[in-house]
T-cell receptor
């Protein structure tokens, strides 16, 4: 079991471009969670998805950010028209059931907006 | 004007000593707590968890203590090793009800182990 896989590990985008971050959950897991980490801060919840459904997106900025978890393929976190303030590490976790607690996180995608 | 940056609390210990990392949580309704270790450039790694019906739980070289009266959590690492150097985060969760999937993380403590 390869664990939660995220790619790319590092992503550099110019202001105004789009960023697409991918997360493949652990095998058999159908619950995915995205968190964002700013420098020297803890992780902050963004969105919780199940296959083909967004369950809770209360932590997502209202504009430019979207997430999906299609029936086939990885979960995608999409940031349109990136700004410098979007620079952060984005982590994904997965679970077999909702609310299992101590999730396994992926290694993250470090987004740098220049 | 001059800006003041945010700095992590830090703890520096000698190899072989015991480490104690503290965390104050805010939500009195939280009933599940987790300690994570994050090494530079990596994702958070689960260390140990504890539910609110317990006040102590032990793992391999680690012990978590929970004091619900003062909303305080601590992580004790015995015989600290250089490989323990990392940022440690506590996270809380309300494990019942509709939002039992949402973890709230503290800011973290940087542990440095000196050889």
């Amino acid at each position: 079991n390869a664990g939660v896989m995220q790619n790319p590990r590092h992503l550099v985008r110019r202001r105004g471009q789009e960023a697409r971050l991918r997360c493949s959950p652990m095998k058999g897991h159908s619950h995915v969670y995205w968190y964002r980490q700013l420098p020297e801060e803890g992780l902050k919840f963004m969105v919780y998805l199940q296959k083909e459904n967004i369950i809770d997106e209360s932590g997502m900025p209202k504009e430019r950010f979207s997430a999906e978890f299609p029936k086939e393929g990885p979960s995608i976190l999409r940031i349109q028209q990136v700004v410098r303030g979007d620079s952060a590490a984005y982590f994904c976790a997965s679970s077999l059931e909702q609310g299992e607690g101590g999730y396994t996180f992926g290694s993250g995608t470090r987004l740098t907006v220049v | 004007g001059e800006s003041v940056g945010l700095h992590l609390p830090t703890l520096s210990v000698q190899e072989g000593d015991n480490s104690i990392i503290n965390c104050a949580y805010s939500n009195s309704a939280s009933d599940y707590f987790i300690w994570y270790k994050q090494e530079s450039g990596k994702g958070p790694q689960f260390i140990i968890d504890i539910r609110s019906n317990m006040d102590k739980r032990q793992g391999q070289r680690v012990t978590v203590l929970l004091n619900k009266t003062v909303k305080h959590l601590s992580l004790q690492i015995a015989a600290t090793q250089p490989g323990d150097s990392a940022v440690y985060f506590c996270a809380e969760n309300k494990n019942s009800g509709g939002s039992n999937y949402k973890l709230t993380f503290g800011k973290g403590t940087l542990l440095t182990v000196n050889p």
